[in-house]
């Protein structure tokens, strides 16, 4: 039958969809003593964690469960003991258990369920709303519905490299999107700034990304992938809407970077502390003329470099006629040296938020990656 750790993860993989916690609170308490286990999943502005079954949400940033959330390793309290929920760096929420056991072994043990419970809810997620309809503090806007579930994720890490990004305003986002995927060997991310209004904006950027990803799964390179995409909004638009995107392949191996920049958001690199815009050959935008030719840049990424990506949202949002990218950008983005991406994202949106003194107005997206270097 296995120990109690083997007889939770099989609890977990034989759950039905929607009872995950409920099935794993009930194995928790016959192997562990456990006698209370409650999920709190992050929001998707990441800045309130809240629980499955309703409740208040946690939103003091010292408060435990967000300690266990930011530096993603178990936190003990007088009553509880936190846990990270999560998978292959995407951070879904944390897992509160109580009482908190003493012993590290257990400790340990509870840590890794606290993982599978992640990887479970990833799997799951798809097949029931009961997480999504969680996970949201208010009403999303239908553009926002459809461009969340078009998203990869917020956060991906391998030990070769660390990537997070960040839609807002997170629950009424229109055009701007990333996506990414990488297998080992490569990396590549696209980061849209989208155009438009509504469901319209959402649907011109769901065109985009899906075309991208078909030319990417067919092997093509960069520069093919971007006219592809262009081929493909011109086709149906005939230069009314168009949108721009900047694409990357990163070689995980030697840090080789090749980009695409459609009329791109900018690209910023953060090295030794000091902050520069990455000089690219600014191209068309994606749709605006039929049959573009796109032409493929290359540069290379030192061992320790982080990469972002900020769109027109970011660089233009304005408080008394002063831009941020004019004043606070570049000072922001040195103080996330030591933060991991998801972090740093998460971080300069709030700056951003505090310079407006309020939501944002445009669409912003942010994208952070690190390139840890070579791994054996």
């Known amino acids: 039958m296995g120990g109690p750790e083997d007889r939770a993860r099989r609890t977990l993989t034989e759950a039905p969809a929607d009872l995950l916690l409920d099935r794993l609170a009930a194995e928790l308490e016959r192997s562990y003593a456990i006698t209370g286990a409650e999920l709190y999943q992050v929001d998707y502005r990441l800045a309130a964690l809240l629980p499955l079954g309703g409740g208040e949400a946690i939103t003091a940033p010292g408060h435990p469960a967000w300690r266990c959330f930011d530096h993603q390793d178990p936190v003990g309290s007088d009553d509880a003991a936190w846990f990270p929920v999560g998978m292959r ?16 072994a257990v400790l340990a043990e509870l840590a890794a369920i606290a993982t599978v419970l992640g990887h479970e809810l990833a799997a799951v997620t798809p097949t029931t709303d009961v997480y999504l309809t969680a996970r949201r503090t208010r009403r999303l ?7 969340w579930e078009l998203l990869p994720g917020r956060s991906r890490s391998r030990p070769s490299f660390s990537l997070a990004g960040q839609l807002e305003p997170a629950y009424a986002v229109r055009g701007d999107s990333f996506d990414w995927s990488d297998d080992g060997r490569r990396l590549w991310l696209s980061v849209i700034n989208g155009s438009g209004e509504g469901v319209a904006a959402s649907m ?9 990803r078909n030319a990417r799964r067919a092997e093509l390179g960069l520069a093919d992938q971007a006219a592809l995409a262009d081929q493909a909004i011109y086709a149906l638009h005939r230069g009314q809407q168009h949108l ?3 694409l990357l392949e990163l ?3 030697g840090g080789s970077i090749t980009v695409v920049d459609a009329g791109s ?11 520069t815009e990455q000089v690219l050959e600014k191209q068309f935008p994606l749709g605006i003329f039929e049959g573009t030719d796109y032409r493929e840049q290359r540069f ?9 990506v900020v769109s027109d949202g970011v660089v233009e949002a304005t408080a008394n006629r002063i831009r941020y990218g004019e004043t606070a950008l570049d000072r922001f983005l040195r103080r996330t040296g030591p933060l991991q991406p998801l972090d740093a994202v998460r971080s300069l949106l709030g700056d951003l938020r505090a310079f407006v003194a309020g939501d944002l107005v445009d669409d912003a997206v942010v994208v952070c990656l690190d390139w840890l270097g070579p791994q054996p």
């Open 300 to 308: 290379q990424l030192r061992r320790g470099d982080r990469l972002f």
């Open 251 to 253: 070689d995980l191996a």
């Open 89 to 104: 760096g995407e951070r879904r929420g944390v897992l509160r258990l109580s009482p908190p056991p003493a012993d590290p």
């Open 141 to 147: 806007t239908l553009a926002a519905e459809m461009q």
């Open 265 to 275: 958001p900018r690209l910023l690199r953060l090295r030794d502390g000091e902050v």
């Open 204 to 212: 011109l950027t769901s065109l985009a990304t899906h075309a991208l």
């Open 244 to 246: 721009s995107a900047l």
